[in-house]
């Protein structure tokens, strides 16, 4: 039995079958869906869990070495809500592109794991060392 870290047997499997230069999908709860690759979906109710709450719970044992964003999310957030993503990613460079680029990068993904999160535009893509 599992005793700390991710308990989702779920997360863990996909978790599990991330190798060099995967990509892997943390996303808001109004992101779109994507039939092509696995969903995880954690969402419960608004905000839970929230896009920095799965990321800091993943960071435990995922090896980030990239991160992408979309530019409009620079640009409908405040500086607090820029620099608690900021806390969260730190140590991985990150990229900002516009949102429709960012939504070509999804279908190469290893999956997505979806979450409450209500922040606009509250959408990773983490690359794996």
Known sequence: MIKAGILHPQVLSL?????????????????PFWPQIETVDLSLVDDVP?????????RLN???TQAYMAREFQKNNTTTVRGKFAG???GIPVEFEP?????KR???????IRTGDTIPYA???????
């Open 99 to 103: 949102h429709a680029e960012f939504k």
């Open 50 to 58: 929230t896009v920095l709450q799965v990321l800091a719970a993943v």
């Open 15 to 31: 978790l599990a079958r991330v190798r060099h230069t995967n990509a892997l999908v943390i996303a808001d709860r109004g992101f």
């Open 106 to 112: 999804v279908p190469g993904a290893i999956g997505l």
């Open 123 to 129: 959408n990773l893509i983490l690359i794996s060392g």
């Open 62 to 64: 995922f090896d980030a």
């Open 88 to 90: 969260g990613l730190q």
